[in-house]
């Protein structure tokens, strides 16, 4: 299961921003990481298929966009800032998958560091007006920018969200 792969915080809410900021009641398992500035960040964790910690000569550019070479395939890496730094010795990727086998498509989130996993409850409070960003929650006891992670997907790959069949052009 992958991103678009239906319900992956199993309680039947969408996994756009209009479902992520329809949930209240219920404590969701979150990953906490911090990119381009000291705000906190969170994603809910049931989003998150791996975390990679990638050494710096493990990042090439193709096309300008960096890359790595993940699991036998290209993988594109988005930085949350912006850019990657290229004097850090490793880089923090949150990796996002759909698809299973063979027809897996993954996308690297580079992010600064990753915080904590935490359970709590995702309440979003203000709304978001940076692209990116859903909203600020209350997680952990602190102000938390909560990602939209469906912007950050179609920065590497526009058709992320379409068919499999119609993505390849059959």
Same mark, same amino acid.
């Given at each position: 299961?992958?991103?678009?792969?239906?319900?992956?915080?199993?309680?039947?809410?969408? *996994? +756009? @921003?209009? =479902?992520? !900021?329809? &949930?209240?009641?219920?404590?969701?398992?979150?990953?906490?990481?911090r990119a381009g500035d000291a705000a906190p960040k969170a994603v809910p964790l049931g989003l998150v298929?791996?975390?990679?910690?990638?050494?710096r000569d493990r990042i090439e550019l193709s096309a300008g966009q960096p890359v790595t070479q993940y699991?036998?395939?290209?993988?594109?890496?988005?930085?949350?800032?912006?850019?990657?730094?290229?004097?850090?010795?490793?880089?923090?990727?949150?990796?996002? *998958? +759909? @698809?299973? =086998?063979? !027809?897996? &498509?993954?996308?690297?989130?580079?992010?600064?560091?990753?915080?904590?996993?935490?359970?709590?409850?995702?309440?979003?409070?203000?709304?978001?007006?940076?692209?990116?960003?859903?909203?600020?929650?209350?997680?952990?006891?602190?102000?938390?920018?909560?990602?939209?992670?469906?912007?950050?997907?179609?920065?590497?790959?526009?058709?992320?969200?379409?068919?499999?069949?119609?993505?390849?052009?059959?």
């Amino acid at each position: 299961t992958g991103v678009a792969g239906g319900d992956p915080l199993g309680d039947g809410a969408l *996994t +756009d @921003g209009a =479902g992520l !900021a329809a &949930r209240t009641k219920t404590d969701t398992a979150m990953l906490l990481f911090r990119a381009g500035d000291a705000a906190p960040k969170a994603v809910p964790l049931g989003l998150v298929a791996r975390l990679e910690d990638l050494p710096r000569d493990r990042i090439e550019l193709s096309a300008g966009q960096p890359v790595t070479q993940y699991r036998g395939r290209l993988m594109p890496l988005v930085p949350f800032s912006g850019v990657i730094d290229p004097a850090a010795e490793r880089h923090s990727v949150l990796v996002f *998958t +759909d @698809g299973e =086998g063979g !027809a897996e &498509r993954c996308i690297g989130l580079v992010v600064d560091e990753i915080i904590d996993v935490v359970e709590d409850q995702l309440n979003i409070e203000l709304s978001g007006e940076q692209p990116g960003l859903l909203g600020t929650a209350v997680i952990a006891g602190r102000a938390t920018d909560v990602i939209d992670i469906g912007y950050w997907l179609t920065q590497a790959a526009q058709d992320w969200f379409r068919a499999p069949e119609r993505a390849r052009g059959t």
